[in-house]
């Protein structure tokens, strides 16, 4: 890392220590540090899992025999044996009996100002409508569901009722293309897909139903497609074929059974992107997913019964299906809403933080990166002083954009809890905690159940240098294989080494034991023999008052073996220029060495990223070398690659 991220900027107080939710599930276990708990969590899986079950009060119909059965190796553990249980009777019917069916579980802000609000006993009476219409048009155990909905009540709706009365959803990013959409209905076969006609973003019309339309006339699984009316437009229809969601449960009872499933029954089959054309299906679990988010955000986030949860997000990225789940499992509010978030005013956001009375917030650095050029002063015109923990996950840190949040928006009090997995692992391997201090853009260590180490080329455990993040023992939420392709599953995470998850970040530990992520191992730069993640290199660059954001690839160089390649975006106002050029090539040279000076600097006017803000620097390179680009379903800007290509 820079030096500019080393040393401590936040420490717990007292009532951290004392009152959060993993500070009292230590004290109730009689664990003295948070070293200690990471330790006996992974020395001893069926113990904490079981502990932690216990603490968070998950509702079982039928209790497990034990906690985890491993008989058919690390890579296929079964979790909970014989336990049965429903993921909506956790997230909803649970709280109804609990008397809090009068308490905000969704307030919803529309890209138009409108606002809606429901109740848990709102919330489950929409619920049960739609459960009940889903199994009148032939939905039953097993069946894929596809959710191709904006952020909004209906999407939280339409999951909680799908997985209620047994069926699979399969959820797509609001912004997805026909093809992307197509893609991943085919894949899991899904019999219906839920959408809408549409919805508003920057105060244009995203025309869903039309998109909608073009994917399910390559998908012949699909029967019926359930639409939203969100905005009330004329749409095109096909009789028979499409019905009306309101419609279609005007006439439906208001109660309805969640019905009580395997532990390891599939909840959610998530697409993520492959290098090559075929997105992999992640199946989640019941069991796995309910526990691993549920968990997470308790210890990580310290969610419980009294928290405004809200996330920059969507339900195509696995944050969005985390978000609903940790806020209603724990009995809270979710805060979500439709759009960007510096439209119609650049303080958008902090207006929604304000009204609503957030408590956690969470978004990617890119987001902060966005916010950045409109000033502080938007954040500062805004009473934050509900807020408590600001949430950060999607990609690894630049140390300015971290710091202009932590000082702005936490008033340099609040930590920011830097949180880290993806969607094969239904939540996170590293973490920061309310209890432990934070260093700029790192993670306090692993979470607690997660085996988490960083290996060398030879597999073994380093510290001080770049290495691979892997996790040698099984944790309830890892995915259960991919949809119909086990092989694949196979290969891509356990065939490096045995019986060890390799994940496909590059990772760090410093002398103090921090970690740091440094991107994608796949994403690579090995420079005269000299490993490291791009980040690092791009952090640099964005240090510089004229970059907004940068991408650095590696490209074949016949000395070197690679050379860098940055790719920089600038801030308005700016202009690309030769000396400005050099200036940047020089400042990486200076910092990180003379043998990592770039080959070149390109100015661009945008980078290619995914709808989670992840810079895809697979697409960059791709571009760059004149190769295909693979799979680039979950862009959420496809004409960053033309805009790569035209480059200077």
């Avoid at 028979?240 to 006439?251: S, Y």
């Avoid at 391997?429 to 030879?458: N, Q, R």
Wanted: proline fraction near 6%; hydrophobic fraction near 40%.
């Amino acid at each position: 890392m820079t030096t500019e991220s080393s040393g401590i900027v936040w420490r717990p107080t007292k009532e951290h220590l004392e009152r959060s939710r993993i500070a009292r599930f230590m004290k109730a276990q009689g664990i003295g540090t948070l070293e200690e708990l990471q330790k006996r969590s992974v020395a001893d899986l069926e113990w904490y899992w079981d502990a932690v079950v216990k603490d968070l009060g998950v509702r079982w119909t039928t209790p497990y025999s034990r906690v985890l059965d491993d008989s058919r190796g690390i890579e296929w553990p079964t979790w909970f044996p014989c336990g049965r249980l429903n993921f909506t009777d956790n997230c909803v019917d649970r709280h109804m009996g609990a008397g809090r069916g009068g308490k905000p579980a969704i307030i919803w802000e529309g890209d138009d100002g409108q606002s809606r609000t429901l109740t848990y006993a709102e919330l489950a009476a929409e619920v049960n409508r739609l459960a009940n219409a889903l199994k009148s048009l032939g939905v039953g155990e097993g069946d894929r569901v596809g959710i191709f909905l904006p952020m909004s009540p209906e999407a939280a709706i339409a999951t909680l009722a799908v997985v209620k009365i047994g069926a699979i959803y399969t959820p797509c990013f609001s912004g997805f293309g026909a093809g992307a959409v197509a893609s991943r209905l085919s894949d899991c076969e899904a019999k219906v897909l839920i959408t809408a006609d549409g919805f508003s973003r920057r105060g244009q019309v995203v025309k869903m139903k039309e998109v909608a339309d073009e994917a399910v006339a390559q998908c012949p699984s699909v029967k019926t497609v359930l639409v939203y009316r969100r905005l009330g437009r004329d749409l095109p229809w096909t009789a028979g074929r499409d019905r009306w969601w309101d419609e279609a449960v005007a006439n439906q009872s208001d109660r309805a059974p969640s019905l009580p499933v395997e532990a390891d029954r599939p909840l959610i089959i998530i697409y993520t992107s492959g290098t090559t054309g075929k997105p992999k299906g992640a199946v989640l679990t019941h069991g796995g997913f309910l526990i691993k988010a549920a968990h997470d955000f308790a210890y990580c986030m310290d969610v419980g019964v009294d928290d405004r949860l809200f996330w920059l997000t969507d339900l195509g990225w696995l944050m969005g299906p985390m978000a609903f789940t940790a806020a209603l499992f724990h009995g809270g509010t979710a805060v979500v809403f439709e759009g960007v978030q510096d439209y119609p005013k650049p303080d958008r956001l902090w207006s929604i933080f304000e009204r609503h009375r957030v408590t956690i917030a969470g978004m990617s650095p890119t987001a902060v990166r966005a916010l950045m050029p409109h000033g502080p002063e938007h954040v500062h015109a805004h009473d934050l002083s509900s807020l408590r923990i600001i949430g950060s996950t999607g990609e690894p840190w630049n140390p300015e954009p971290y710091k202009w949040l932590f000082e702005n928006a936490g008033k340099a009090r609040i930590p920011i809890i830097n949180y880290t997995g993806g969607t094969e692992i239904s939540g996170g391997i590293l973490g920061c905690f309310p209890i432990a201090p934070i260093k700029p853009c790192s993670f306090a260590g692993p979470i607690p159940g997660m085996a988490a180490e960083c290996f060398d080329e030879d597999g073994r455990p380093v510290r001080g240098q770049v290495g691979e993040l892997v996790v040698t023992k099984p944790w309830p939420g890892m995915t259960a294989g991919f949809w119909k392709d086990s092989q694949r599953y196979e290969e891509t995470y356990w065939a490096r080494w045995p019986d060890v998850w390799v994940h496909g970040d590059w990772s760090f530990v410093d002398d103090d034991g921090f970690w740091f992520i440094q991107g994608r191992s796949d994403d690579t730069l090995k420079i005269a023999g000299k490993r490291l993640g791009p980040a690092e290199v791009e952090s640099v660059l964005v240090g510089h008052p004229a970059v907004a954001e940068a991408g650095v690839i590696g490209v074949p160089h016949e000395v070197k073996g690679e050379a860098v390649v940055c790719f920089v975006v600038l801030r308005p106002g700016n202009v690309a220029s030769e000396p400005l050029r050099r200036e940047l090539s020089d400042r990486v040279a200076s910092e990180m060495g003379k043998a990592l000076k770039p080959e070149k600097v390109l100015f661009t006017r945008d980078l290619p990223k995914t709808r989670s803000a992840k810079i895809m620097r697979r697409v960059i390179r791709a571009t760059y070398l004149g190769k295909p680009a693979g799979d680039v379903s979950s862009l959420e800007n496809p004409d960053a690659v033309k805009a790569i290509g035209e480059a200077k």
